[in-house]
């Protein structure tokens, strides 16, 4: 588990992302997908450069079934950033660190 990223769950989500001073990345995603996977070593790197900017969370969808169908969560793994308690942007599919940091970048 890492320091950088915060995990999150359906009891934890309005305190943790909702009410959240900094805006915070959710990483909507499963153990079984590889997409997921992919993405989990450039989310860390992204939260060890952002601290103190922006939180990134990982929720499971397997374990929490409340938020993602809130949101309308399809295909993992979804990235939404909410800004001030409101969803501002959402990416599908795992990307490229370039990919991630100018999308955190262009919504901060």
């Known amino acids: 588990m890492s320091e950088y990223i915060k995990h999150i769950s359906d009891a934890s989500f309005e305190a943790d992302v909702l009410k959240s001073e900094v805006p915070v990345l959710v990483d909507f995603w499963a153990e079984w997908c590889g997409p997921c996977k992919a993405i989990a070593p450039i989310l860390e790197e992204v939260a060890k450069e952002y601290a ?8 499971d969808v397997d374990a929490n ?43 901060i």
Not at 75 to 81: K, V
């Open 52 to 59: 103190g900017r922006i939180v990134i969370a990982k929720m």
């Open 65 to 107: 079934q409340a938020v993602p169908a809130k949101f309308g969560i399809r295909g993992i793994p979804t990235l939404i950033l909410f800004k001030d308690g409101v969803a501002a942007a959402q990416k599908v599919g795992a990307m490229a660190k370039g990919q991630l940091t100018t999308f955190v970048d262009s919504n």
